[in-house]
């Protein structure tokens, strides 16, 4: 009987998150057959049946629910052992951490939970809200730091919710005004994310204007904060974005409080399933004191 492999149980994760063998070879960066292959030798060594086949999607039986969050932890202790071994080299052994954020997080958000988490050893990554979530199922990460929410799941947490402001072009009619209306910035492009890519903030930012009763008229659409601010500057147009991306200055842009905001823009905490580290409590903590000290929240 062969013995269980790293390639099988990343297949398994996969499978299993994606609910679809096509899916999970894609996000594998694989041919579907490897993985058909992986997950049926899977179930050989096992003697159990993980997954009931159907024409189009692919449902986890009962023993492959059981199995789920422990193969996420031999998944997640396989892939800390590099660092492990560095960490016995130097003589200083510390809990690591794999965490992930969308871009709205990078640096002020990050860099805050960084302190917080300052005893142990991060690697931190970025990417898409879906895309982030989709890495904690997998185990790619042990926990992310996006803006959606989800409230079926125990595992997923909103820490706190900001206000948008306005970012403007250093030289725009407006800079130097501590806040603007929504009717003065009504007739502007707007650069703002694909809707594909950051729906909520999409949404967000178009439900603005709808309250209004204004058109929201946009000049880019792009998959990240950096870009978003990068075109501002170049003054392709305005944005609304976090006020916790005001906290860091901006070369060519400048921000202003948008009047009558309310918070509404969500900052989530998702860990792996059953939150196996307990990551959860420590990191919403830390994330409303980083808040509060911010002035991010009432």
């Known amino acids: 009987m062969s013995e269980?492999?790293?390639?099988?149980?990343?297949?398994?994760?996969?499978?299993?998150?994606?609910?679809?063998?096509?899916?999970?070879a894609k996000s594998l960066h694989m041919a579907q057959s490897p993985v058909s292959q992986a997950v049926a030798s899977l179930e050989r060594h096992l003697g159990e049946r993980l997954f009931e086949r159907g024409p189009r999607e692919v449902v986890p039986t009962a023993a492959a629910r059981?199995?789920?969050?422990?193969?996420?932890?031999?998944r997640r202790r396989a892939d800390s052992l590099?660092?492990?071994?560095?960490?016995?080299r130097d003589g200083t052994k510390t809990q690591r951490i794999r965490l992930g954020g969308v871009s709205s997080t990078?640096?002020?958000?990050?860099?805050?939970?960084?302190?917080?988490?300052?005893?142990?050893?991060?690697?931190?990554?970025?990417?898409?809200?879906s895309g982030l979530t989709r890495a904690v199922d997998n185990g790619d990460?042990?926990?992310?730091?996006?803006?959606?929410?989800?409230?079926?799941?125990?595992?997923?947490r909103i820490a706190f919710r900001e206000k948008l402001c306005v970012a403007l072009p250093r030289?725009?009619?407006?800079?130097?005004?501590?806040?603007?209306?929504?009717?003065?910035i009504s007739d502007e492009p707007v650069v703002l994310f694909h809707r594909s890519f950051a729906p909520v903030a999409f949404d967000l930012v178009a439900s603005i204007f709808i309250e209004h009763g204004r058109t929201m008229r946009t000049s880019a659409q792009v998959s990240n904060e950096q870009s978003i601010l990068?075109?501002?500057?170049?003054g392709m147009g305005i944005t609304l974005v976090p006020e916790s991306v005001a906290l860091q200055p901006w070369n060519g842009v400048v921000f202003a409080a948008?009047?009558?905001?309310?918070?509404?823009?969500?900052?989530t905490i998702r860990t792996a399933p059953g939150d196996p580290l307990g990551l959860l409590d420590p990191l919403t903590s830390a994330l409303e004191t980083w808040a509060a000290d911010n002035r991010l929240i009432a």
């Open 4 to 24: 269980v492999s790293l390639k099988q149980l990343r297949c398994f994760l996969a499978v299993y998150s994606e609910g679809s063998f096509t899916k999970a």
């Open 66 to 74: 059981g199995l789920y969050p422990e193969v996420l932890e031999l």
């Open 82 to 88: 590099p660092q492990l071994v560095v960490d016995m």
């Open 106 to 129: 990078f640096p002020a958000i990050i860099a805050g939970v960084l302190t917080a988490l300052a005893d142990h050893s991060i690697v931190v990554s970025d990417g898409s809200s």
């Open 141 to 156: 990460i042990d926990a992310c730091l996006v803006r959606e929410f989800s409230s079926h799941r125990p595992d997923e």
């Open 171 to 184: 030289g725009h009619r407006l800079a130097g005004r501590r806040d603007v209306g929504v009717e003065e």
């Open 230 to 234: 990068g075109l501002v500057a170049a």
């Open 258 to 267: 948008l009047a009558e905001a309310r918070h509404t823009y969500p900052l």
